[in-house]
Each structure stands twice: as C-alpha cells, then as structure tokens.
C-alpha cells in the first residue's frame, strides 16, 4: 500500500542528500529523504576544507544539515531503503525499513555514496581518520613535513605516492612489488621514495589521541611513521543504479549524470560521491543543490 506521492524521494543524507532535500524544501517541493546513518567519513575527526566549517566533526554538519531541512518541512527518515524500481513514467516506488513500508514519488535521487575498501590488519579502526587517511586532498595538509607510510597496490600506487610529495619529503611505498611497473619504480626512487614489500602485520600508536607511531610487519622491522594513507579501492554503497538502469561513466565505473545530474534513467538524478569527479563534502553538497534545482525545473508547471 503506498503512503503517498511525493514530488522526490531522495535516498541517502550525507552532504548530497541533505544539500538537495534543502533546496527541495525550499522550493516548496515535497520531498522525503531517507539514510540509514552511515556517511562514508564517519570515522573522520573532521571535515577539511569545507569552506566556513572547516574542521567542523562530521556528525555535526550531518545534525545541522538535518535540522535545516526540518526547519524548512523537508521529512527525513532513517530507515535502510531495500528497493528501488521504476513503476511508470514519472513514478519510482521506494521500499524503506523493517516493515518494508512502500513510498512513491515523481523523481528520485541517489546520493548513497561511496565505500572505501579499507585495510584488514588490528589497529586500524583506532588510527583511521585521526593519523591514517585515504584521500589527499581532504587530509594531505595535516602531514605537511611528517613521516608518512602509503599503502597501495595497483596501477594507481606511484601516482597517489608521488601526489603525497606536495606535503612531504619523508614517504615509505608499502606495496605488493609485483604490481609496481618498472618505470614507477625508477620514478619513486628518483624521489627518494623505498619501497617495502612485506606483508603488513598492524598499526601500533596511542589509541587513546588516534596518532599512529609504527607500522608493524610480520618478517621485518618496524617502519616508524607518523601518518598513514592508503588506497585500495572504492566500490559504489548500494545497486540502485543497476536495479533501475542507469548507466555507468566507463572511466570511472561511477553513476553516469548529464550537466543536469539526471541519470540516463528519466526522471532518476544522481549526486555526490556516487557520481564522477567529486569525493569531497563541499563538492558533494555543491552537486546536491544542482540536482535539487534541476529536479524542481523539471517539476515545475506540472501538478
Ligand atoms: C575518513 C574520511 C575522511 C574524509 N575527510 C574529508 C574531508 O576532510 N573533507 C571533505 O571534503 N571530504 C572528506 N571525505 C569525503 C566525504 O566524506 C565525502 O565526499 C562525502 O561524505 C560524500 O557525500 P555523499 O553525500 O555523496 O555520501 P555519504 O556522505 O557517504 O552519504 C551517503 C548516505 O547514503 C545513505 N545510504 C546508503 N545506502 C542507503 C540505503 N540503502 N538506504 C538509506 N540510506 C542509504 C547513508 O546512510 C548516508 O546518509 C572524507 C571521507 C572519509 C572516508
């Protein structure tokens, strides 16, 4: 039994959800937007570079993004959403919850997010987002002139390396040797990069200030270091994309969006860390607002 129609359900309220269920509710457009209280940085003790919030904990710009679109009408409900599915032109049925509790609404928008694959060794759920990071561009500033192990593999490990030397001199590659071409090695040791190839066994520290001291390795010393970054890959939080069609962007196996953030499914938009080119809160947040007013436009003149 569906509970209502709604002009947009938008399902996820990290920095792109709440950004466009604000809007929305701005617009007078009624909107219900549904999370299940898990942003992708919620183990980060602050959000950088969120212009006029910097440093701002995560949970507090969440609250108060929040309470804004409360304060506007907007309706937020925590509640895991298990189902998409397109039912007819202008129409997108949502099941939320335990009780599997069915909405319905004329556009939808997904802003679910990103997961990060993160390192399976003991200490590091008590260093992450305090001295062990993923992503330069939110934390590199806070190693600026600190001694800094990366942990990659892949293609990609020589170029997030080298990307760190903006902050740092000091920087140890721990990495599988065996997927480090030739050339990235003769770069990285013209940079005055080593490289370690030995299984990662932990991370040691005060777990009490979160601040990493030494990487621990089975059949080696111990690398002291004051920071960690790592990248192992990111994969998309949910399989909504899928379920209703829409396509992905091929180079970066993200949810594919116009200049209008509209999916190549009519009707479905698609905004943050989900969508290309943003991994950022503000950017996210930036991206929420445009599908909120594109959604509006889109609405608008139709009752
Ligand atoms: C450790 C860490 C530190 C970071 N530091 C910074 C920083 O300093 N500065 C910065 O700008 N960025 C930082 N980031 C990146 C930033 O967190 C992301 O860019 C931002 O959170 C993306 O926002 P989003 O709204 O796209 O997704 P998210 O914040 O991940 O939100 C996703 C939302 O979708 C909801 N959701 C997912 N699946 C479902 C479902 N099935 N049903 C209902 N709801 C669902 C979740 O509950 C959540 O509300 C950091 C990230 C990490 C991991």
Redesign the pocket.
């Known amino acids: 039994m569906v509970d209502d129609l709604y002009d947009c359900i938008v ?7 709440l950004s466009a269920s604000l809007f929305l509710a701005r617009y007078l457009r009624r909107t219900i937007t ?8 919620e ?2 003790h ?5 212009l006029g919030h910097h440093g701002i904990r995560p949970g507090e710009l969440l609250a108060r993004g929040r309470d804004e679109v409360t304060g506007h009408g907007g309706l937020i409900i925590e509640a ?2 298990t189902a998409v599915e397109k039912v007819a032109a202008e129409r997108f049925r949502v099941v939320a919850g335990d009780e599997g509790r069915v909405f319905e609404a004329r556009r939808l928008l997904l ?4 997961r ?1 694959l993160t390192p399976d060794c003991p200490g590091f759920r008590e260093f ?2 305090w001295s062990v ?3 330069p561009d ?2 590199g500033y806070e190693v600026k002139d600190k001694r800094v192990a990366v942990l990659a593999n892949g293609d990609n490990a020589a170029g997030f390396t080298t990307n760190l030397l903006t902050w740092t001199r000091d920087i140890t590659l721990l990495t599988d040797q065996s997927e480090i071409s030739d050339s990235d090695r003769e770069t990285l040791a013209k940079l005055n990069v080593p490289i370690r190839t030995e299984a990662v066994a932990g991370l040691e520290g005060d777990q009490s200030t979160g601040q990493l001291e030494r990487v621990l390795f089975s059949e080696a010393e111990p690398l002291e270091c004051d920071a960690l970054f790592f990248n192992l890959g990111t994969k998309l ?2 399989n909504f994309h899928e379920t209703l069609g829409c396509r992905l962007d091929q180079d970066s196996g993200l949810v594919w969006v116009d200049e209008t953030r509209q999916t190549t499914v009519e009707g479905v938009y698609a905004a ?3 969508t290309p080119f ?5 950017v ?1 947040a930036a991206e929420g607002a445009m599908a909120a007013i594109h959604i509006h436009r889109s609405l608008a003149g139709k009752s």
């Open positions: 399902i996820g309220a990290g920095p792109a959800g549904f999370h299940h209280n898990s942003p992708r940085n183990y980060a602050g959000v950088h570079g969120f895991c959403v802003a679910t997010g990103l990060d992450y987002g990071f993923h992503c939110c934390d939080a949910t943050g860390d989900m943003s991994q950022l809160a503000v996210a």
